[in-house]
Nanobody, 116 residues
Framework: QLQLVESGGGLAQPGGSLRLSCVAT????????MGWYRQSPGKERELVAT???????NYADSVKGRFIISRESPKNTVSLRMNSLEPEDTGLYYC??????????WGQGTQVTVSV
């Protein structure tokens, strides 16, 4: 079982930037994909961005061109640089990993609030 620890959430103004980081520890499972999901009040959890072990990325349309995901596979870390933040980006951001199959792990979430 992996443990995922997120950091870097907080408050930003519209147009500002934040950086999220996630470290996965505690298992010999080989991680295939790492990424970020978010859940806004009244909405279902949705994909934000993911990156596979080979570097293939997948972004939600709403964040393309604004968010950048990066990964250090040897260290089992994944980061999300969020630029040009909008109030609609507000939510609880979760780190997630999978092994390419059914083995998923989730972090506890870190809050991102975009407001004047």
């Amino acid at each position: 079982q992996l443990q995922l620890v997120e950091s870097g959430g907080g408050l930003a103004q519209p147009g500002g930037s934040l950086r999220l980081s996630c470290v996965a520890t505690g298992s010999a499972v080989r991680i295939y994909r790492m990424g970020w999901y978010r859940q806004s009040p009244g909405k279902e959890r949705e994909l934000v961005a993911t990156m596979t072990r080979s570097g293939n990325t997948n972004y939600a349309d709403s964040v393309k061109g604004r968010f950048i995901i990066s990964r250090e596979s040897p260290k089992n870390t994944v980061s999300l640089r969020m630029n040009s933040l909008e109030p609609e980006d507000t939510g609880l951001y979760y780190c997630r990993t999978d092994d390419g199959g059914d083995l998923l792990s989730w972090g506890q979430g870190t809050q991102v609030t975009v407001s004047v």
